[in-house]
């Protein structure tokens, strides 16, 4: 016999639950197993500025869709099994090479069934984001695997940044 | 439109097809999938022990008088105090569309 609690059924906002990276992966997994795609609050800063810390994406299963260059993919990350969103900079010999889109390092060998699912949406202060998923992704992809992203970007951000600050509102 | 959920204690109800409901790290987690999502960011649920032991028995084969049985010789509190919380959370899950009706 055990002392009661009262049942609790409490509704959470994901990014109040803190889920670690491989229990988010578990449930990410089991929900795109049903051939749903799943809608969460991402952290980090390795896809700024295409997707920031604490914008929400939705990952869709891949049903049989092949990822291709430029794409953004949710993958199990081989060493610490937690949940990683990069892009597809190239595709070799049957594994996805990735890299974050804000990050300089070496990038990353995907296997296929690392590969939980297909970024599809982008959603920031509840607008949602288009740039970086569209067409746009190849010369990205491109740029990334060369590493001229971050320098070519980091300028045209600024100057576009002044421009708005300077604009009248 | 608002769904009155009406329970009895002699229905039979389970876990809809359309639910993600995993233990993690000790805790019960429950995604409902609406329209094809499942939303982790504004649609996630959690149960603590005692809510777990409900669920837990909540198979479409026991009726929530049998649960109410069990629940009963298992935790010490006040038959009726356990019938309203049993009650009370499966009218919540039925509202939800988390639990269904089972035939």
Redesign the interface.
Known sequence: MGKRTRPEFSLVKGSEHSLSGPALVQLLGAVLDKGAAVRFQAKGFSMSPFIKNKDVVTISPLQGKRPGLGHIIAFVHKETDGLCIHRIVRVKDGFYVTKGDNISETAECVPRENILGLLTRVERTGKEVFLGLGPERLVIAFLGRRGLLLPLLLPVWKLLRAIVKRSPS | MSMEAKVSLDGLYKVSEDV?A?T??DEL?I?P?VA????????????????K??WDRLDGKKTLRDILRELSA????PAGE?EQ??I??VE??VKRRILIAAA
């Open positions: 993600v995993r993690i790290e987690i995604v999938l094809g999502i499942g939303d982790l960011e504004d649609e996630l649920f959690t149960l603590n022990e005692t809510g032991a409900i298992e935790f010490e509190a356990i919380d049993l009370g959370l919540e899950l």
